[in-house]
């Protein structure tokens, strides 16, 4: 009881907003996502500068599908505590399920680098890595199909990796 005298106090919560997150964690542990994010949205309005009702916001909206939104929740858990490595992991797992695996490449490597151990996040982060490397690779194979067939180097507007067309335009000019 002392730890939630503490933590209302220290961001101003009453005993609704103390309900209204226990009804948030119940949501989401019986897997009710979308419920869940009106809930947090509310939390979120009454204690905008506090990390936890983001994050929470965040993580429903994730687990529902909501891909777009939730990386909006975890870049706003990062402006207010840019250590939080929770914020780092979703968002990077996010950036994955959006298959824009070069933004989950940082924010993964931040947990990894603060939490060595964090195999779930060594596991995503091999996963974007892959992902950025094929990327690479199939813009490669596009430039060099190009220049065999026009006799001169081109980039690829599709978001791919230019690096290594602009390698592969330097050697063969």
Known sequence: MGLVFVWSQVYGQTDD??????????????????????????LVKALPDNP??????????????HEREAVKEFQEVLKLEP????????LGAAYLVLKEPSKAV?????????????SEARLLLDEGLLAVRS?????L?????????TGEPKLRRSGETCAGIRLLARFSG
């Open 17 to 42: 907003l103390t309900l209204k997150s226990k009804v948030g964690k119940d949501l989401m542990a019986a897997g009710k996502f979308e419920e869940a994010m009106p809930v947090y949205r509310e």
């Open 52 to 65: 936890g009702p983001v994050m929470n916001l965040g993580m429903a909206l994730h687990m529902a599908g």
């Open 83 to 90: 250590a939080h490595m929770p914020a780092h992991l979703f």
């Open 106 to 118: 940082e924010p993964l490597q931040i947990v990894v680098r603060g939490q060595p151990d964090n």
């Open 135 to 139: 990327r690479e690779s199939k813009g």
């Open 141 to 149: 194979e596009w430039a060099w199909s190009e220049l065999r067939r």
